[in-house]
């Protein structure tokens, strides 16, 4: 830590940190930490290297999603304690020079999908549904990303494979590629008029009529739970077994920087062949 940093971390001095003030979820925790202080320093005042002794504490003995609570319950109280919008700056600085654990998520094989299962759970469903519900799942969509996507943002960028532009979380845009049999079948079924998938009108299909049709198609046909984003899920899990390296499938499921996500398809190593190829089309 540099001088500078050491100078704009400080946080206030005090003997014992109040939990009055703060939200009923946090006093627990709060003391903890001053028992833990009193422990530590006695009588003496809290400085800001106790904070970080008691965090090194807590990462030896608490879970990753635990240790971000107490780090953020900590953080409110020495908040609620500042006069000055200095001080607080100065708080939230040496708070962010504490390391947060990283969460990993696995995702639990009850939300993944066969190709099989899908086409089992739809088999009996209007060509409509079959159309949007495989869409979703070849290119790992968002609802929401799949039901904005409009017909100006798709172009024939190669004979038989077209290109559209997918708007995600943060504004994000990523490319997905696929075939021009796909997207005449779809048009012709939506009747598509100003988006690609759209009941009538022009008016989007409202996304919570898509989760409960997939809801209902699984439960009948399979007698399980299932979402709407476990397609997402599903397609992602395949990809990484055909063998796709974690930072293609980052860059296609649009996770990455607007800067990777919005470069030329060989940098992502997923090109629109590979895509076309590998679509399900019912």
């Known amino acids: 830590m540099t001088k500078t940093q050491e100078k704009v971390g400080r946080i ?4 014992k940190l109040p939990d009055d003030g ?13 028992r833990f202080c009193r422990d530590k320093m006695g009588n003496k005042e809290i400085d800001d290297k106790t904070v970080i002794a008691f965090f090194e504490e807590m990462k030896l003995h608490k879970k990753a999603t635990t240790l971000s609570t107490y780090i953020y319950s900590i953080k409110s109280a020495y908040l609620k304690i500042c006069k000055t919008d200095l001080m607080k700056f100065k708080v939230s600085e040496f708070f962010k020079q504490i390391e947060r654990p990283k969460l990993i998520k696995k995702i639990s094989p009850n939300k993944l999908v066969t190709i099989e299962d899908l086409k089992k759970a739809m088999e009996d469903e209007k060509p409509v549904w079959k159309l949007l519900v495989y869409f979703i799942y070849n290119h790992a969509l968002r609802v929401s990303e799949a039901t904005n996507i409009r ?5 024939v960028i190669k004979p038989g494979i077209v290109e559209a532009i997918v708007r ?11 075939s021009e049999d796909y997207l005449n079948k779809i048009k012709i079924a939506f009747g598509s008029e100003m988006y690609l998938f759209e009941f009538q009108r022009k008016t989007q299909i409202n996304r919570d009529t898509i989760r409960k049709k997939i809801q209902a198609c699984f439960q009948k046909k399979l007698n399980r739970k299932f979402t709407t984003h476990w397609l997402r899920h599903s397609q ?25 996500t919005s470069a030329h398809y060989d940098q992502s190593g997923i090109t629109p062949e590979m895509k076309v190829s590998e679509e399900i089309i019912p």
Not at 151 to 155: A, M, Q, R
């Open 12 to 15: 206030p001095k005090i003997y």
């Open 151 to 155: 017909l100006n943002d798709i172009d």
């Open 168 to 178: 995600g979380k943060g504004n994000r845009t990523r490319r997905i590629f696929f």
């Open 236 to 260: 992602a899990n395949a990809m990484i077994s055909d063998g796709k390296s974690i930072r293609e499938i980052a860059d296609y499921l649009g996770h990455s920087s607007p800067d990777i």
């Open 22 to 34: 703060v939200s009923k979820g946090y006093v627990d925790r709060i003391r903890v930490f001053n």
